[in-house]
C-alpha cells in the first residue's frame, strides 16, 4: 500500500494472465469488484476495466472507500480467497511493467466486466 489517504482513493490493479489463462482471469476480474462491494470496501464509482493490447493485461480502475477500506480487504475471507485465484493465474504487475506505459498517451481495450 502506498502513503496513507483520508478519503477515497482511485487505484489501477493490474493483472498479466499466465499462459492459457487470460479466461479464467476475466472470469475471476469479473466477480471482483462485487465481492469488494458487498464488503463496503469500494465505492459506487463505476468501475473500468481496460485490455492492454501489448500482452492481455488487464487493468481494473475502482475507488477504495478509504484508507481502512483497502486495508480490510486482505483480511477478509472472500477477498483473500478470491486474491488467491486470481495469483493462481495472473501475475500482479505494476504501471512500470505494460509496453504501454513508455508512451504518451497510451492506448487500450475497453473490457465489459
Request: glycine content about 4%; overall charge negative.
Amino acid at each position: 500500500m502506498t502513503a496513507s489517504f483520508p478519503g477515497p482513493a482511485c487505484v489501477i490493479a493490474q493483472y498479466r494472465p499466465k499462459p492459457g489463462q487470460a479466461a479464467a482471469l476475466l472470469e475471476l476480474v469479473r466477480a471482483h469488484v462485487p465481492a469488494l462491494k458487498r464488503h463496503g470496501l469500494i465505492t459506487e464509482m463505476p468501475t473500468l476495466c481496460l485490455e492492454s493490447r501489448s500482452d492481455g493485461t488487464l487493468l481494473e480502475i475502482f475507488e477504495w472507500r478509504d484508507e481502512a477500506g483497502s486495508q480490510a480487504a486482505p483480511a477478509t475471507p472472500e477477498i483473500e480467497a478470491l486474491w488467491s485465484k486470481m495469483a493462481a493465474v495472473a501475475e500482479f504487475s505494476t504501471l512500470k511493467d505494460l509496453s504501454e506505459a513508455a508512451q504518451p498517451f497510451p492506448h487500450f481495450r475497453r473490457v465489459n466486466l
